[in-house]
């Protein structure tokens, strides 16, 4: 899977967060010389994410969610079956006989 768009992208936000936090501590907060060019100079990782470790629960995380969906669905159409059939069925259980 190609993620270097999503590296740079990262890379590009965190570096936007590191400026905002050297000015504010530029205004605010009366650092020494030193102290700011410490700030300024912080660069992020190279690699901030293991994305085949990502996707792998992404993934595991989609189907778990399309099987709670289809688990919702399944027992919305149940119940309207079972309110449909209700009134025929009167006592009757609406389960299949198991089997010998």
């Not at 009366?30 to 912080?42: I, M």
């Not at 990782?45 to 994305?51: P, R």
């Not at 990502?54 to 709670?68: E, V």
């Not at 289809?70 to 079972?82: E, G, N, P, R, T």
């Amino acid at each position: 899977m190609n993620t270097e768009h999503l590296d740079l992208l990262l890379e590009r936000g965190m570096g936007a967060i590191r400026n905002s936090i050297v000015d504010h501590v530029a205004q605010h907060c009366q650092p020494t010389d030193d102290e700011l060019s410490a700030l300024s100079q912080w660069s992020p990782l190279a690699c901030i994410f293991d994305w085949n470790l990502a996707m792998k629960y992404i993934c595991k995380a989609a189907l778990q969610d399309r099987y709670d969906r289809y688990c919702q669905w399944h027992d919305a159409i149940k119940c309207s079956v079972d309110e449909i059939t209700e009134p025929e069925n009167q006592g009757e259980s609406n389960k299949r006989p198991k089997r010998a």
